[in-house]
């Protein structure tokens, strides 16, 4: 981390993704190293370094919020990986949209979408 750094993991607010690469990401004037969950009420570091390691309780933060979340974001890496049908289900349940691409694709998306002042949130996974 540099300039700045995420006090337990968290950064409060809603902050546009300013870079990512080199192995995480930059965002309110710092750098986190590693992946992250970007939610309406903040960032915070996130533990899954390859999609297979998305789960429900990698995403229990997504639901928790899940009222003030109409679309989830996920970046899946350099490469677009397959998403299980059971947590596409649970987070329908949940009335949360699901949106799976590279996590540049996903940052950029989530950038326009935030300017939108959309009910939006991502989950990314670093990139080298």
């Known amino acids: 981390m540099a300039a700045g750094s995420l006090h337990d993991g968290y950064v409060p607010g809603r902050h546009i993704i300013d870079a990512y690469g080199n192995g995480g990401f930059r965002?309110?004037?710092?750098?986190?190293?590693?992946?992250?969950?970007?939610?309406?009420?903040?960032?915070?570091?996130?533990?899954?370094?390859?999609?297979?390691?998305?789960?429900?309780?990698?995403?229990?933060?997504?639901?928790?919020?899940?009222?003030?979340?109409?679309?989830?974001?996920?970046?899946?890496?350099?490469?677009?990986?397959?998403?299980?049908?059971?947590?596409?289900?649970?987070?329908?349940?949940?009335?949360?949209?699901?949106?799976?691409?590279q996590t540049g694709a996903a940052a950029r998306t989530y950038n326009i979408l935030m300017a939108e002042n959309r009910k939006v949130a991502a989950a990314l996974i670093a990139v080298p």
């Open 27 to 101: 965002f309110a004037e710092m750098s986190h190293r590693g992946s992250i969950l970007v939610l309406p009420s903040g960032v915070r570091a996130w533990d899954p370094t390859e999609a297979k390691a998305i789960d429900r309780n990698a995403l229990r933060p997504v639901a928790a919020e899940g009222a003030g979340i109409d679309l989830l974001l996920i970046g899946t890496g350099l490469d677009i990986a397959p998403f299980p049908d059971s947590l596409r289900r649970w987070l329908k349940e949940a009335g949360i949209g699901l949106d799976v691409m």
